[in-house]
């Protein structure tokens, strides 16, 4: 069964952290690429960071040295630990296993709110 499950998402003041959790099904964690990307309102979902099979990571310009990507290959799980939040931070964020021409799978989403 191929499935993809976030989880962390809530709201948290600006310049606080959260840390994003999905859990993976084998045939699509093993061997490939991770990512989380993001959509808000009125706007294009947009790659935040991916992470290869090997750990090689990648970030948007937005998030580089506040996010972090992980992955857990053992419990085929990938992590987003964010930090110093924004308010433009504030989208629903999506895991995806990434295939050679881009996200093949996607999960449900989790919202994240950066608010006082």
């Known amino acids: 069964q191929v499935q993809l499950v976030e989880s962390g998402g809530g709201l948290v003041q600006p310049g606080g952290s959260l840390r994003l959790s999905c859990a993976a099904s084998g045939s699509i964690f093993r061997g490939y690429t991770m990512g989380w990307y993001r959509q808000a309102p009125g706007k294009q979902r947009e790659l935040v960071a991916t992470?290869?099979?090997?750990?090689?990571?990648n970030y948007a310009d937005s998030v580089k040295g506040r996010f972090t990507i992980s992955r857990d290959n053992a419990g085929m799980t990938v992590y987003l630990q964010m930090n110093s939040l924004k308010p433009e931070d504030t989208a629903v964020y999506y895991c995806a296993s990434v295939g050679t021409y881009g996200p093949r799978y996607w999960g449900q989403g989790t919202q994240v709110t950066v608010s006082s």
């Open positions: 992470i290869s099979n090997g750990g090689s990571t």
